[in-house]
């Protein structure tokens, strides 16, 4: 399975942008999906989680901001990222896997599947 990052940029304080990530080879209906970001010298961060039966998951400080859905086909899923903040500056990763319980939903390391990062910037 092949995960592609996408939707990243620069924009400015309280601006908008929408990340995607694309399955190659599997369908992420039956599994979970999750968005983390990593800036230099620190860990990889939970961002939000969405899994089988459309539940969805997000890190404190993101919440009422953004948003992860995941299309019907279950191929794509979306992080649409508004009133964005100069913090929310990192690469940001999206992973998946199948396998996962729901108490490890934010552990990084319990994700098989990763694509490459996404660079988003947000400054003036």
């Known amino acids: 399975v092949q995960l592609q990052a996408s939707g990243g940029g620069l924009v400015q304080p309280g601006d908008s942008l929408r990340l995607s990530c694309a399955a190659a080879?599997?369908?992420?209906?039956?599994?979970?999906v999750a968005w983390f970001r990593q800036t230099p010298g620190k860990e990889r961060e939970f961002v939000a989680a969405?899994?089988?039966?459309?539940?969805?998951y997000y890190e404190e400080s993101v919440k009422g901001r953004f948003t992860i859905s995941r299309d019907s086909a279950g191929n794509t899923v979306y992080l649409q990222m508004n009133s964005l903040k100069p913090e929310d500056t990192a690469v940001y990763y999206c992973?998946?896997?199948?396998?996962?319980?729901?108490?490890?939903?934010?552990?990084?390391?319990?994700?098989?599947?990763w694509g490459q990062g996404t660079l988003v910037t947000v400054s003036s």
């Open positions: 992973a998946a896997d199948w396998q996962i319980i729901l108490s490890s939903i934010r552990n990084p390391a319990r994700y098989g599947y």
């Open positions: 969405v899994r089988r039966g459309g539940y969805t």
């Open positions: 080879g599997r369908s992420f209906s039956s599994g979970a």
